[in-house]
């Protein structure tokens, strides 16, 4: 399982997060309001976007062996040509 997470800068809580089930890479991605966490919360950056390809699917977890990448600086809502390179292994 992929999770997608986008977090304001400096911000330890998600703002918005996708789960994407067996995906295959190069993966184009989007983030949006709809992925919000809560509903009431804005989507506003700059935002810092992580990637993890996590083994056992359950998001709380991190195990040995999920994989991780971050983009690099951080970035507007409706912001193009972002790519996260996933290349850490937790």
């Known amino acids: 399982v992929l999770f997608l997470i986008a977090r304001n800068s400096g911000s330890g809580r998600p703002v918005a997060a996708k789960r ?3 995906p295959e890479f190069p993966l184009a991605f ?3 309001p709809e992925d919000r966490m809560a509903h009431d919360m804005p989507y506003e950056g700059p935002l810092e ?3 993890r390809v996590d ?3 359950d998001a709380a977890t991190r195990t040995a062996g999920d994989l991780r ?3 690099e600086g951080s970035h507007s809502p409706g912001a193009t040509g972002v790519t996260i390179l ?3 292994i937790l």
């Open 20 to 22: 994407i089930s067996n």
């Open 30 to 32: 989007e983030l949006g």
């Open 49 to 51: 976007l992580t990637a």
């Open 55 to 57: 083994t056992d699917g």
């Open 69 to 71: 990448g971050v983009a």
């Open 86 to 88: 996933i290349d850490e």
